[in-house]
């Protein structure tokens, strides 16, 4: 059984910052790409971020470079995504998902995925 727990999430203050985790089991880790994807009420699913299964070439949303940093440690078959200077827009429920070998194009809301988590809730408030 695939099986990708997503966990990390919680609340904070605009500008902290909160690390995400996606543990992935039932699947060759290597095979698979990993994105983090959210969604916030009203709005509907966008990319945040990716990490290919070869190569490990990583791709990031607009609105998230440079304060958003994805990681892969395959000993542990886990994937982190590392928010920092989080702002309220960040506010969403954040899901990873896993493709074969590559991730979708940039800003895709990941249609395509093979595999998705359960979701993890990032709030940033004052």
């Known amino acids: 059984e695939v099986q990708l727990q997503a966990s990390g999430g919680g609340v904070v203050q605009p500008g902290g910052s909160l690390r995400l985790a996606c543990a992935v089991s039932?699947?060759?880790?290597?095979?698979?790409?990993i994105g983090w994807f959210r969604q916030a009420p009203g709005k509907g699913r966008e990319g945040v971020s990716c990490?290919?299964?070869?190569?490990?070439?990583?791709y990031y949303a607009d609105s998230v470079k440079g304060r958003f940093s994805i990681s892969s440690d395959d000993a542990k078959n886990t994937v982190y995504l590392q928010m920092n200077n989080l702002k309220p827009e960040d506010t969403a429920v954040y899901y990873c998902?896993?493709?074969?070998?590559?991730?979708?194009?940039?800003?895709?809301?990941?249609?395509?995925?093979?595999?998705w988590g359960q979701g993890t809730q990032v709030t940033v408030s004052s």
């Open positions: 998902a896993a493709e074969r070998w590559l991730c979708p194009p940039p800003g895709s809301a990941g249609d395509k995925m093979d595999y």
């Open positions: 039932g699947v060759t880790f290597d095979d698979y790409a």
């Open positions: 990490i290919n299964s070869s190569g490990r070439k990583t």
